[in-house]
């Protein structure tokens, strides 16, 4: 069994966070999420409690998939997997459309097919290939992470209706 805590806490500055953090596993605790809405973003407290804790699973609950590009959130994901190498497990999902237009003033387009591309975009990223091509929703040229890491992180797909449980079934 698993437990889980996800941060940050509400009313508690992110830098408050080290003791609580550092004492989770001696309580019982395995998991720490973070979520990524309209306080800190999804990967900082992470990369903190990388430092505080090498014991924890680390994990995004989720990322959405429209508000960052393909490469920056590889990037962030890669980064975070080099400090806690086989603890981290990117969580992503295609969000709302108040969140990806209304606060980040990015279209929300189709977010079957966005999640579905940013997906086999990761898969290719981590696994340190170069990644140049056309997708349904975007197209990427040449991108290739300086460091794929040693330890791709499990991904994982957040998902709701019909269709997104489908490409999460097959994916």
Known sequence: MRWGLTVPLTGVPLRDHRPLIAE???LGYTDLWSAEVAGADAFTPLVLAS???DRLRLGTAVV???TRGPAALAMSAAAL???APGRFVLGIGASSETIVTGWNGIAYD???ARTRDVLRFLRQAFAGEKVDGEFDSFTI???RLEKAP???PAIMLA???PQMLRLAARE
Do not use: G, I, K, M
């Open 64 to 66: 959405p998939v429209h």
């Open 24 to 26: 989770l596993s001696s």
């Open 150 to 152: 040693d330890v791709p």
């Open 159 to 161: 998902a709701l209706r």
């Open 81 to 83: 997997a080099d400090l």
């Open 141 to 143: 040229r040449r991108f």
């Open 110 to 112: 189709p977010p079957l």
């Open 51 to 53: 430092e505080w804790d």
